[in-house]
């Protein structure tokens, strides 16, 4: 804060009344005489002469605005608070499928802090082999035995998934059901139990400018944490819906090469191909890399709002598949209620 305060005792307080006497004497002005009006109570130093009553005054008045000021900044923290938790708080889902999981305590709520440790346990890692080659992306966990949502293109034609948690314990995983039209699927960990599961939010309530956190594993690096704003919505993302092109784009993830994509009639990171898709995103300056797909994307409070699938990288370093391709702010994820909405179909096996 840049702004000075200062109180009324600041003023000098040498003045004195022009009908007041010395310390210890009443007041002698015209009109206070007489029984009715008892003089006023004597001012005087209760000290020894010599400047220490000032003095002492003089030390404990900053102490005393330090103390106002921080009770005042305790009133606006806790307003802020409230006001945060007011603003994100999650309202009735509009979608009929409710998933409720991890969510942030109370004492961390609207912060990166908070979110990432509320929520991490439900990210996890995801392997897939396929004649391709090897892809990495990312997952969320929905089910506490094991059921996680994840990029169609993460797994599309895979012939082995491999997924390890937060804790680095390692599960296999068979395909439940995809839909390549969206870009999701539904994959399910064998002999899971007792898993932390993310909770499934609004992206109805989603605005511009909302905070928002990443998880997932970009270059392989398992939990990484990046944070920013919700930029756009209802962005039309094109990626790939043949399987054996999913895999070829996803192969090169781990040494940070390409991750296919079309936005406003031009292609991004490579060629997405014939067969493919369009859906409408959200798009987010939240730091997203090659193996981030199908990882989740948060609110302040917790509760997922979209999962993670496509990001723009400088055409130079995408051509090359040199190590400059990265984040550079442009980032698109698929919202929430289209997966929701999906749950029923991609249980049933549903190959749309």
Do not use: C
């Amino acid at each position: 804060m840049t702004d000075n305060y200062r109180g009324s005792g600041d003023a000098d307080s040498t003045q004195q009344h022009p009908t007041q006497g010395f310390p210890g004497q009443g007041y002698q002005g015209q009109g206070f005489q007489g029984s009715a009006y008892p003089p006023p109570p004597s001012y005087g130093p209760t000290v020894p002469v010599g400047g220490t009553a000032t003095a002492h005054r003089r030390a404990r008045r900053p102490v005393a605005l330090l103390a106002a000021v921080a009770i005042a900044a305790a009133v606006v923290g806790g307003g802020t608070a409230a006001l945060v938790g007011n603003y994100t708080g999650g309202g009735t889902d509009s979608i009929g499928t409710t998933v409720s999981g991890t969510t942030v305590s109370q004492s961390s709520a609207g912060t990166v802090a908070g979110v990432a440790q509320a929520v991490s346990p439900a990210i996890v890692e995801i392997n897939a082999t396929s004649t391709s080659g090897e892809a990495t992306g990312s997952g969320v966990i929905i089910t506490s035995d094991g059921e996680i949502v994840t990029n169609n293109h993460v797994i599309a034609g895979a012939s082995s998934i491999k997924v390890q948690l937060s804790t680095g314990k390692t599960y296999t995983a068979q395909v439940v059901g995809t839909d390549a039209d969206k870009d999701l699927a539904l994959i399910k960990l064998e002999g899971a139990s007792g898993l932390k599961t993310a909770t499934l939010g609004n992206s109805d309530q989603v605005k511009v400018g909302d905070q928002v956190v990443a998880i997932g594993s970009p270059e392989g690096l398992t939990g990484t944490v990046t944070s920013g704003i919700i930029s756009a919505l209802n962005r039309d993302v094109t990626v790939a819906k043949d399987q054996d092109q999913g895999q070829q784009q996803q192969q090169p993830q781990r040494g940070g090469g390409n991750w296919p994509f079309e936005f406003g009639g031009q292609q991004f990171n490579g060629d997405t191909g014939s067969s493919k898709t369009t859906y409408k995103a959200l798009q987010t300056d939240a730091s997203l890399n090659p193996g981030n797909s199908g990882g989740a994307l948060i609110n302040m409070n917790g509760e997922i709002i979209g999962i993670n699938s496509a990001m723009y990288a400088p055409s130079s370093a995408s051509a090359t598949g040199g190590s400059d391709a990265g984040s550079v702010g442009l980032g698109f994820a698929i919202p929430v209620n289209t997966v929701k909405s999906d749950l029923s179909a991609l249980r049933s096996g549903g190959t749309g």
